[in-house]
C-alpha cells in the first residue's frame, strides 16, 4: 500500500467554483501534513501546512481528519492562476516525508 | 537572497554509466533533501543530509549516494545507471529545526538512454 493515495484528476471546473481534493495516508504515526503546489514543469512550492484544528488561508482552507487518516484541501472561488497539481505531503517522521502522485486542477474560463 | 540553484538542468546519459548531480541550498539553509520525480508522480524521498551526513535515507538502492559539503552544498551520485533511472531529481533545503518548510530548486533533467 502506498503511503499517500491522491485522486489524480483531473478536476475541471469553472472560474468561481469550490472545489475540494482530499488525500489518505497509511501511518497513523505520521505527525505533519502540508500541501503543495507544483505548476507544469516547475518544483513544488508549500502551499500550506494542515493542522489538526483546521487552517485558512485567503480562498484555501485545509483539514485533518487523524481518526480516517485523511487531509483535505478546499479551494473557493477558483481563479484560473489556481490551475497546477495539489500534491499532499505526510510526515511520518521528523526529517522524511512522503508526496502524494499529486491532483491535477484546471480552472476554465 | 539566492535560492536553491542545481546544475546541470539537463542531463543524458547511457546505461551504465555514472552521473554526478549539484545542488546549492538557500542561503541560511543547512539542510538538504533530495527527490526523484517520475512523469505524473510526485517526489519520491532518497535522503536528506544535515551537518555532512546522512540523516534519513528513503527506500532507493545504495547505486543512489550522496555528499554534503561544509558549505551546506550537496551532491547526488547515482551509479550503473538503468532506464528507470530517467527522472526530475529535485533538490529542497530547509532549516533543520524547521525541516518540514523545504525550499526546492528547479531539479535536474535526467535521462537514460
Known amino acids: 500500500r502506498k503511503e499517500v493515495e491522491q485522486d489524480p484528476g483531473p478536476f475541471n471546473v469553472p472560474e468561481g467554483a469550490t472545489v475540494a481534493f482530499n488525500c489518505t495516508y497509511s501511518n497513523s504515526a505520521s505527525q505533519s501534513f502540508f500541501w503543495y503546489r507544483q505548476d507544469c514543469r516547475k518544483e513544488p512550492k508549500l502551499l500550506m501546512s494542515v493542522y489538526s484544528s483546521g487552517n485558512e488561508d485567503g480562498r484555501f482552507t485545509a483539514q485533518l481528519n487523524r481518526a480516517s487518516q485523511y487531509i483535505s484541501l478546499l479551494i473557493r472561488d477558483s481563479k484560473l492562476s489556481d490551475s497546477a497539481t495539489y500534491l499532499c505531503?505526510?510526515?511520518?517522521?521528523?526529517?522524511?516525508?512522503?508526496f502524494g502522485s499529486g491532483t491535477k486542477l484546471n480552472v476554465k474560463p | 537572497d539566492a535560492g536553491v540553484t542545481q546544475s546541470p538542468t539537463h542531463l543524458i546519459k547511457t546505461r551504465g554509466q555514472q552521473v554526478t548531480l549539484r545542488c546549492s541550498p538557500k542561503?541560511?539553509?543547512?539542510?538538504v533533501s533530495w527527490y526523484q520525480q517520475a512523469l505524473g508522480q510526485g517526489p519520491q524521498f532518497i535522503f536528506q543530509?544535515?551537518?555532512?551526513?546522512?540523516?534519513q535515507r528513503g527506500n532507493f538502492p545504495d547505486r543512489f549516494s550522496g555528499h554534503q559539503f561544509p558549505n551546506y552544498s550537496s551532491e547526488l551520485n547515482v551509479n550503473a545507471l538503468l532506464l528507470g533511472d530517467s527522472a526530475l531529481y529535485l533538490c529542497?533545503?530547509?532549516?533543520?529545526?524547521?525541516?518540514?518548510?523545504?525550499?526546492f530548486g528547479p531539479g535536474t533533467r535526467l535521462t537514460v538512454t
Open positions: 542561503s541560511g539553509h543547512d539542510t
Open positions: 543530509y544535515y551537518e555532512e551526513e546522512e540523516r
Open positions: 505531503v505526510v510526515n511520518p517522521n521528523f526529517n522524511k516525508f512522503y
Open positions: 529542497a533545503s530547509s532549516l533543520a529545526e524547521l525541516s518540514y518548510e523545504q525550499y
